[in-house]
Nanobody, 123 residues
Framework: QAQLVESGGGLVRPGDSLTLSCKAS????????MAWFRQAPGKEREFVAR?????????YSGSVRGRFTISRVNDQNTMVYLQMNSLKSEDTAVYYC???????????????WGKGTAVTVSS
């Protein structure tokens, strides 16, 4: 069964860096777009970043652009990373990995989700 498993979350101080990882259970996700979302306490889930199947078509939300970097390695198990620098308290959230494809209308649809990894930024 296709699964996405996130890791790397933890407690860090403002200004610190942290790298999240997402490991897919198969290489099937090598042809999928991969993305990171996050959900802060009491807020709705929001888009963070996305990377195309070949490593291109990278998109960031405005709140993380310039601080976060998404990357991927297509191998036997697709790996997706989120390098987070200059972390702020408002980056505190549960971060989710997702796999998506464009539907017939050109809209990105995310069909697979991980269970998330928690990031807390606090002094």
């Amino acid at each position: 069964q296709a699964q996405l498993v996130e890791s790397g979350g933890g407690l860090v101080r403002p200004g610190d860096s942290l790298t999240l990882s997402c490991k897919a259970s198969t290489s099937a996700f090598n042809i999928w777009a991969m993305a990171w979302f996050r959900q802060a306490p009491g807020k709705e889930r929001e888009f963070v970043a996305r990377i195309g199947s070949n490593g291109g078509r990278i998109v960031y939300s405005g709140s993380v652009r310039g601080r976060f970097t998404i990357s991927r390695v297509n191998d036997q198990n697709t790996m997706v990373y989120l390098q987070m620098n200059s972390l702020k308290s408002e980056d505190t959230a549960v971060y989710y990995c997702a796999a998506g494809r464009y539907d017939d209308y050109g809209e990105m649809k995310y069909d697979y989700w991980g269970k998330g990894t928690a990031v807390t930024v606090s002094s």
